[in-house]
């Protein structure tokens, strides 16, 4: 056979084909999983392998169908696939006590592998594979830069507990000096009688500013319980 036999051969649906669909589908959701695990996320290597091979299988099937109805959309279940996937991925996106959200990147990475799984379902094997690489790169090599760009970003925001009786006022003079604002600041619920407030502020310091002194500046205030950067 001729390799352009061979390719045809392999879009079309047989036991060949879809075994080694599903296969793909099952590594290349398995890497991007692996990853995930090893970073004690909330979904890893079986969350994404089973989401790669439902979204591999549901367009099998749609190429299934239109061998017995011809006028069928073989993309219509894939369709549905990327907008369903939705409520997973919101499923690993957690707002902590500290009001510090978490998940988000898993949730995305969740969605790219049921992306990948059509590619593998549907035949299209180099995609499938070039989009696995690419996910890996994103989700392992640019992590750390990805960590620099915001602990660089002239925006900060944060949560910060307040003392009974406390306010900001010291604190807005000690950014003054340093040339920050405090462009925005959202009260939250009391904590107690004695245990003082909650407040989300959004800082500007107008210049490249390493996130950790503007912590260490805040957690100096004898008006702050604690600080989190969200």
Same mark, same amino acid.
């Given at each position: 056979?001729?390799?352009?036999? &061979? ?10 084909? &879809? ?7 099952? +590594? ?7 990853? =995930?695990?090893? #970073?004690? #996320? @909330?979904?890893?290597? =079986?969350?994404? +392998? ?13 190429? !299934?169908?239109?061998?017995?109805? @011809? !006028? ?5 279940l894939g369709a549905q696939v +990327? ?14 006590? #500290? ?15 049921a992306c990948m799984g059509l ?9 499938? &594979?070039?989009a696995c690489l690419f996910i ?18 002239? %925006?900060?925001?944060?949560? %910060?507990? /307040? ?12 950014? =003054? ?15 107690? @009688? ?5 407040? &989300?502020?959004? /800082? #500007? ?16 205030? @004898? ?6 950067? +969200?």
């Open positions: 056979m001729t390799l352009d036999q &061979i390719s045809a051969y392999m879009t079309q649906l047989n036991w060949l084909s &879809i075994l080694l669909r599903l296969s793909l589908a099952a +590594i290349c959701g398995g890497v991007i999983g692996v990853e =995930r695990g090893l #970073k004690n #996320k @909330p979904a890893g290597l =079986r969350t994404h +392998i089973l989401v790669c091979l439902g979204s591999a299988m549901s367009m099998i099937v749609g190429q !299934y169908l239109t061998t017995l109805y @011809p !006028y069928s959309d073989p993309g219509r +990327i907008s369903g996937i939705g409520f997973l991925g919101a499923g690993t996106i957690i707002v902590t006590s #500290k009001m510090h959200v978490t998940g988000l990147t898993t949730a995305a990475g969740l969605w790219a592998s590619a593998a379902g549907i035949g299209f094997y180099e995609g499938a &594979i070039v890996y790169v994103v989700m392992t090599l640019l992590h750390r830069l990805d960590e620099h760009v915001m602990s660089k970003s002239q %925006v900060i925001v944060v949560y %910060v507990g /307040i003392a009974p009786g406390g306010s900001f006022t010291h604190l807005m003079e000690q950014f =003054r000096e340093y040339g920050w604002t405090i462009t925005n600041i959202e009260p939250l619920q009391e904590y107690g @009688p004695d245990q003082g407030t909650g407040a &989300i502020l959004t /800082i #500007k310091t107008f210049s490249k500013t390493d996130h950790s002194l503007v912590m260490e500046r805040i957690a100096g205030d @004898p008006d702050i319980l604690f600080v989190y950067e +969200i």
